[in-house]
């Protein structure tokens, strides 16, 4: 039996992406978080807080030690999926890989560090400050394997002789035009879904009336803040993202927005379907919405897919991956808006269920937004590995043992999602929140019992 081996190069791919970005974004955004609790902690003498920031960096813990096995396998697969591409782009993103896996030792060392030294420093502040080379190097690990990706999509910093890449100038292939609005996304991105994944735990707890009321609560408020102004954030990356689409990959754009015709004043196109002659039926549509999205003028002209040549035309499903991401970005302000906003009105319970479940919701859904993003990102590059210079199908392995190899990453990663799930629930459910409160803040529990 014979097997296409450029689309069992992508299935590898796109199973070790879609894994590894769960572990990439709490990664990311869990040491914030972390050190904000510990800082309010101390800042307001609170004990809540204090054990929010130990909690949460237990688990964190776990999913860092996830993370550097699906890293090691992102590295792993490149090399052997992707052959022909390392061969040609090898030298150019070789410093930025470099520099990844420095940020995450970086990192590892102060996370140590900050791990074994709670309630060590007289003063307290001597240990949070422990928190903040984890937060740089975990942002920085981001930062550069985001450059790598920014890239791929608008290729920079070399000369191309004889269909080799010369004259190499690493910093520049890293700053390349894709990368300052990527950086800002993801990280954004990032910050916001850990907010609404701690969030969810916090809301879900609450509706389970275990105990430890005072402290989810506190929790909550927290990360709902957090999730208002990363909303925000993440909304205004995503409008420079869509800027930079409409000068440097304006098929991308087209194609996600169903976008056919060049003309000016052109409409957001938001869900509905294609019919047999590629006409759009039943969206909704924003009239000028569009070119102000791609140029901030309601009546710029914006470019359509038609002057795209056919066979470098992105999959035209983007687009429903466009909307979906997009949709829980508003859902996800939305919600944590009305929380704040309701508890300011001491007649407003704003723990009513309606609203817990809400924001329980959250948590999945924003980590299903990064995972729709990152398969925009990549599916919106097609046909191409590198924009311009070499095609997927160019650039994968040719080994008739890739089967074998799909089957591998496959194995691994439901062995290490298992064992995530396992030792969480383990680390978690043998030791809960009311349990230590009880022992070790029992002046606390009184209140937490309610």
């Known amino acids: 039996m014979e097997f296409d081996t450029v689309t069992i190069s992508r299935l590898i791919t796109a199973m070790t992406l879609i894994f590894h970005i769960v572990f990439a974004t709490l990664g990311v955004g869990v040491p914030l978080f972390i050190s904000l609790a510990e800082f309010i902690g101390i800042k307001k003498k609170d004990k809540h807080y204090e054990l929010l920031a130990k909690r949460w960096s237990r688990g964190f813990v776990i999913s860092v030690a996830i993370g550097v096995v699906t890293g090691t396998a992102i590295a792993l697969q490149l090399s052997l999926v992707w052959p022909n591409f390392m061969e040609l782009a090898g030298n150019v993103i070789a410093l930025p890989l470099f520099m990844e896996v420095f940020a995450f030792f970086f990192e590892a060392i102060f996370l140590g560090i900050y791990l074994y030294t709670w ?16 937060i740089i190097g975990a942002g ?22 004889n269909g080799e890449f010369t004259a190499v100038n690493p910093l520049q292939a890293m700053l390349n ?8 996304h ?20 609450l509706l389970k009336k275990k105990g430890a009321a005072e402290y989810h609560k506190k929790a909550l408020k927290m990360t709902v803040i957090s999730m208002v102004v990363f909303s925000l954030l993440t909304a205004l990356g995503g409008d420079l993202s869509a800027k930079y689409l409409a000068k440097y990959q304006s098929e991308k754009l087209a194609a996600a927005e169903w976008h056919f015709e060049t003309e000016g004043n052109a409409d957001l196109v938001l869900f509905g379907w294609l019919n047999e002659d590629n006409e759009v039926v039943g969206a909704i549509r924003i009239p000028g919405f569009l070119s102000f999205l791609a140029n901030g003028d309601f009546t710029s002209e914006v470019i359509g897919l038609e002057e795209t040549p056919e066979g470098e035309r992105p999959p035209l499903i983007i687009h429903y991956l466009f909307d979906l991401m997009v949709s829980i970005g508003l859902f996800l302000l939305g919600v944590s808006s009305l929380y704040l906003v309701l508890s300011r009105f001491k007649r407003w319970d704003v723990h009513n269920k309606f609203i817990l479940w809400l924001l329980a919701l959250g948590g999945p859904l924003a980590m299903l937004a990064v995972e729709f993003g990152w398969v925009f990102a990549e599916l919106g590059r097609q046909p191409w590995i590198l924009r311009g210079y070499m095609t997927v199908e160019e650039a994968a392995t040719k080994s008739p043992y890739i089967v074998h190899m799909f089957f591998l990453f496959l194995a691994l990663y439901l062995v290490l999602g298992t064992l995530f799930v396992l030792t969480l629930r383990k680390l978690f459910k043998d030791k809960p929140v009311e349990l230590e409160l009880e022992k070790y803040y029992p002046e606390l529990n009184k209140g937490d019992k309610k």
Not at 140 to 161: E, K, L, Q, R, Y
Request: no cysteine; proline share 6%.
């Open 119 to 134: 309630d060590r420093f007289k003063g307290k502040y001597t240990h949070w400050l422990l928190s903040l080379p984890v």
């Open 140 to 161: 920085m690990s981001a930062v550069f394997i985001s450059t790598v990706n920014s890239f791929m999509n608008s290729p920079d910093g070399f000369t191309m002789v």
């Open 177 to 184: 035009p894709s990368t300052p609005t990527r950086v800002f």
């Open 186 to 205: 993801v990280l954004g991105g990032s910050y916001l879904t850990v907010a609404a994944i701690l969030a969810a735990l916090a809301a879900f707890a």
